[in-house]
């Protein structure tokens, strides 16, 4: 577990200079994993700033408890980012100056067989994120009905062979393994769809058995309510649907991208954009890391109640020029 490829952090650099915009203030990093930024951002916190960082999963949380055991600014919780503001200790709501979410898997929980995340190795029909939770994708791909699981491919994996899959995983059944799941798709899919077909309905299954877009509204909506003014929500984003509902509330504080205007034509809204243009890994980036192809860093600032959206006197790098608050918490 001590492996120093658990992960590589992905738009590492662009996502903490983005984030960290006073080295005294307190953060959160919502998805730490092997705790690639979480380090980087300890290394731009004084000592009197502080990380939280949370996973549900319990290896992620193994591992980042050796890498980070003799760091006093840092507390690492256990627990899902969709309830955080039940992680977070009531003295730091409404103290946060940014928090971080990495959506998704890590490279070790998509590399270990028994996790059941990858179709490219041959494990239990699991992919859960954290074992607290109880069920699996065996759950899903054995009890479903025909209606509800084409549905589930298709909407979450946007995957077009959807009717098809579902009728012959039900005539299938039991599925037991990811080998077997592959295969059913094999049987059906045309060969140079297949793995495309594939990571669409293995992506589809994670994101039902982790209810991963309601965790990310929820996380959205609470973490918006825990920032400080000023404060930053920075979210790397893998795939179109987690994607889309990031930018949406970013844009008008609602998962449906719809203006909410006031009496007088003022937008309403809890955040103001800050990267107009969402940012995406180099070149050179993506061809180090193949995970890092579909990434999308996007970053917000939550306006003061006071309504003064653009006023932080943000430079180019999107540091904001003032500091302000000390003291440890
Ligand atoms: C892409 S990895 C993060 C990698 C990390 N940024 C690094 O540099 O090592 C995503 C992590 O977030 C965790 N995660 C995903 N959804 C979560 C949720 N709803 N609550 C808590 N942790 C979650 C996963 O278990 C995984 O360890």
Redesign the pocket.
């Known amino acids: 577990m001590t492996d120093v490829s658990?992960?590589?952090?992905?738009l590492?650099n662009e996502a903490i200079q983005y984030l960290v915009t006073d080295p005294n203030g307190v953060y959160v990093?919502?998805?730490?994993?092997?705790?690639?930024?979480?380090?980087r951002i300890l290394q731009e916190l004084s000592g009197d700033g502080h990380l939280y960082a949370?996973?549900?999963?319990e290896?992620?949380l193994a591992y980042?408890g050796e890498r980070f055991q003799d760091e006093e600014r840092m507390t690492i919780i256990r627990?899902?980012?969709?309830y955080i503001d039940t992680l977070l200790p009531k003295r730091v709501h409404g103290r946060i100056s940014g928090m971080?979410?990495?959506?998704?898997?890590?490279?070790?929980?998509i590399d270990v067989p028994e996790r059941g995340f990858s179709f490219q190795k041959d494990g239990p029909l699991d992919m859960r994120?954290?074992r607290l939770q109880a069920s699996t994708a065996s759950e899903i791909v054995n009890t479903y009905e025909y209606e509800d699981l084409r549905n589930l491919l298709y909407e979450y994996g946007e995957e077009r062979h959807s009717g098809r899959i579902a009728r012959e995983v039900i005539r299938s059944r039991p599925l037991e393994t990811t080998a077997e799941l592959r295969d059913v798709v094999a049987s059906v899919v045309p060969d140079r769809f297949l793995n495309k077909s594939l990571a669409r309905i293995f992506q589809a299954l994670r994101i039902a058995v982790?209810?991963?877009l309601r965790?990310?509204k929820q996380?959205l909506e609470k973490g918006t309510a825990l920032l400080a003014d000023d404060g930053r929500f920075v979210v790397?984003t893998?795939h179109s649907l987690e994607d889309r509902l990031c930018k949406n509330y970013f844009r008008t504080g609602n998962f449906e991208g719809r203006p909410v205007k006031d009496f007088y034509g003022n937008d309403i809204r809890p955040l103001s954009v800050v990267n107009k243009k969402v940012i995406s890994p180099s070149e050179k980036e993506q061809a180090e890391n193949p995970?890092a192809r579909s990434a999308k860093l996007r970053v917000a600032r939550k306006i003061p109640a006071s309504g003064a959206a653009g006023e932080t006197g943000e430079s180019a790098s999107g540091k904001r020029s003032e500091t302000k608050k000390g003291g440890s918490v």
Request: glycine share 18%; aromatic share 8%; with cysteine.
């Open positions: 658990y992960h590589k952090p992905v590492l990093d919502g998805t730490l994993g092997g705790g690639g930024h979480s380090a949370c996973d549900q999963d290896d992620a980042a627990g899902n980012f969709g971080l979410l990495d959506l998704g898997v890590s490279s070790y929980q994120m954290g982790n209810s991963e965790m990310l996380v790397i893998y995970r």
